[in-house]
């Protein structure tokens, strides 16, 4: 080994589901939405002045934050945006995870917080999920240099009640409990009511999964004026145009179209409960999710066979071969069709020995 090689950073970097090439794919393995943006987005981008790009971006992306407060009812000085809600998150841990204590998440979740802690040398220790895939609340009252998990977890989908969520705020007033709602808007409850009466909770979600938009990467949190005002000074000492001005345009108009937001997200709603009978009658058991995907393992065939079998006939889902949970498939939802057309592949591989 060089001798320079001892002072690099060294870190197993969190990998991102597959983006396939080819043709006739059916993509169910990164949670994207199977429905194009709102309207008022695709016209932004049909008229776009090319000769915007000359000017940097507004630094503040002003019109983005104004249409997500009023969305919320939130002021616009309690709004963080960044370059998708992994932007977001990772400047939270810079900001706010600084104690020697470790900041704590369950052992089955995102897997890119373990990544974020490594890369930022923040001690973290996992608290593991119950054998139904819940978190025992009581793990999370004890000394810690801040708290983060998804609601809806990831990859499970099990959502956790309000007042679990609020018990694990209280208890935790002395550090930044930081709840990722990315899967928020499928059929849980968000805990941005609690901002009220919590100063150190932060509430992130991202325009990627119910609207539509992973490929321009939007990701935004709430939380009190102070803590946003500290992540912005981060944000502002590491790199100020973070987000381009063509998405921050884009991603106000799809703020406004309320009415688009709601029918698709319907529509995956009823999808992804047509879903659940029909895995049911296929054999599968799962977590009841509260997301667009589905975490299910079959009673009688091996998960990592399923997952190669569906992706030599051209359907991606995503399967991860860790401990506890390495017989289970994530399955995003797709539209009608693409799903029926994985029942059909699944049905073909199940009756095969
Ligand atoms: N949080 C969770 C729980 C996720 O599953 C994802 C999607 N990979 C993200 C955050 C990040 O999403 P994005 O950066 O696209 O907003």
Redesign the pocket.
């Known amino acids: 080994m060089k001798c320079w090689e001892n002072n690099i950073k060294k870190v197993s970097p969190y990998v991102p589901g597959e983006q396939p090439k080819g043709k006739d794919i059916i993509k169910l393995n990164?949670?994207e939405n199977p429905y194009p943006p709102a309207e008022g987005v695709m016209k932004i981008l049909k008229g776009y002045n090319a000769d915007n790009l000359r000017l940097y971006p507004d630094p503040s992306s002003e019109e983005l934050i104004i249409s997500l407060a009023q969305r919320y009812g939130v002021k616009p000085s309690q709004i963080f945006v960044g370059v998708?809600?992994?932007?977001v998150?990772s400047m939270a841990f810079m900001t706010f995870f600084n104690s020697d204590k470790p900041i704590i998440f369950p052992d089955i979740t995102?897997s890119?917080y373990d990544v974020w802690a490594e890369v930022y040398d923040i001690p973290y220790q996992t608290k593991p999920l119950d054998s139904c895939f819940r978190i025992n609340e009581s793990d999370y009252f004890c000394e810690n240099g801040g708290v983060i998990f998804?609601n809806p977890n990831?990859p499970t989908g099990v959502f956790e009640s309000l007042d679990k969520i609020e018990k694990i705020v209280k208890a935790n007033s002395d550090v930044i409990v930081i709840i990722?709602e990315?899967?928020i808007d499928f059929g849980g409850e968000s805990c941005i009511p609690l901002l009220n009466k919590y100063d150190n909770l932060l509430v992130v979600q991202?325009?990627?999964k119910s609207r539509s938009l992973?490929g321009a990467?939007i990701?935004f949190a709430i939380g009190n004026e102070k803590l946003i005002k500290y992540l912005n000074d981060v944000k502002f000492s590491v790199n100020s145009y973070t987000m381009n001005s063509l998405t921050q345009r884009i991603g106000a108009e799809a703020v406004r179209d309320e009415i688009y937001f709601k029918e698709t997200v319907n529509k995956i709603i009823n999808t992804r409960e047509n879903a659940k009978v029909k895995l049911k009658e296929l054999g599968f058991i799962f977590p009841d999710s509260k997301s667009n995907f589905i975490f299910a393992c079959h009673s009688s065939k091996y998960a990592g066979i399923i997952f190669e079998e569906l992706k030599k006939r051209n359907i991606y889902v995503r399967y991860w071969n860790k401990p506890r949970i390495d017989n289970y498939l994530r399955i995003t939802i797709g539209t009608d069709k693409e799903m029926d057309k994985l029942f059909q592949a699944l049905e073909c591989i199940l009756k095969s020995e």
């Open positions: 990164t949670n998708g809600s992994d932007d998150i995102y890119f998804p990831a990722d990315a899967y991202t325009f990627s992973a990467r990701g």
